[in-house]
């Protein structure tokens, strides 16, 4: 029904991502380098884009490979782009904390935790998953968007290819259930369907809220609700995504191409 058709991850927990062709999952649940990072303030509180839509302004290029990053930072009033500035993520771990700690006026701390990362649902900090269909109908509840920058909006680890819009919400056993499905070698769980925060109400580019994202897209989620998804677990219904767990002690590889086979849940 489905393969694997793209792979993101985000090393730095709210800043943009990187595509991949293929990725570790780890035992802890992530996948690896993702959200492997995170900016901390003096309160111990974690920077993110739900606080400080300001985040939004921050260009990241990555390069896992030499495991490094580029930074720029587009200004708020000219909309100008900075010169990129290239931090090694171990050796220039001090001039990387000051670049951000410069962008967002105030002490911070880049922390890092390779094993399980910084997962916004510590319960099942495993993949999201999302169909490429999904994006491409809810871009087309946004004329003004497109399926590109829903697809930022949203940041989802795993997009799958095939099915119909919404389909991965058969991912979605009942309530205090899990339910298995593989990709490639690996096994995930499926757990709930991800509650969306104001993130995607805004530019990935920008931060600028879209007026009344929330509420249009929560409508036409309802009206277009699929046959195969559990009404059940839906209390409302800004939701996309399927939010999974893991449990192997070892890693496992998935790849971009990966078959995903859903096990049945017996009867």
């Known amino acids: 029904m489905w393969t694997l058709g793209r792979i993101w991850i985000y090393p730095i927990k709210s800043l943009p991502g990187v595509e991949v062709a293929r990725s570790l999952l780890l035992p802890a649940g992530n996948l690896q380098h993702d959200r492997e990072f995170a900016l901390v303030d003096d309160d111990g509180q974690v920077m993110n884009a739900k606080r400080t839509p300001e985040i939004h302004r921050i260009r990241a290029n990555w390069d896992l490979v030499n495991w490094s990053v580029s930074l720029a930072e587009m200004s708020a009033v000219t909309g100008e782009l900075s010169i990129e500035s290239r931090y090694h993520l171990d050796h220039d771990r001090l001039a990387l904390t000051d670049w951000f700690s410069s962008f967002f006026e105030m002490p911070l701390t880049l922390v890092q935790q390779p094993a399980g990362g910084f997962p916004d649902d510590t319960d099942s900090p495993g993949p999201t998953v999302v169909s490429t269909a999904s994006l491409q109908t809810v871009a087309n509840w946004f004329p003004e968007l497109n399926s590109e920058e829903i697809r930022h909006r949203f940041r ?98 998935i790849r971009v191409g990966d078959t995903v086979k859903v096990t049945p849940v017996p009867t």
């Open 156 to 253: 989802a680890n795993l997009e799958l290819d095939g099915g119909e819009p919404f389909g991965e919400d058969q991912l979605v056993p009942g309530t205090g259930q899990t339910l298995p499905f593989q990709i490639g070698e690996a096994t995930l769980f499926g757990t709930n369907p991800c509650q969306r925060c104001v993130v995607p109400t805004r530019s990935p580019e920008t931060g600028a809220v879209l007026s009344g994202f929330q509420k249009r897209f929560a409508n036409r989620r309802e009206a277009e609700f699929s046959s195969l998804s559990n009404r059940a677990r839906f209390d409302h219904f800004y939701r996309l995504s399927v939010n999974t767990k893991v449990q192997h002690t070892q890693s496992q590889l």
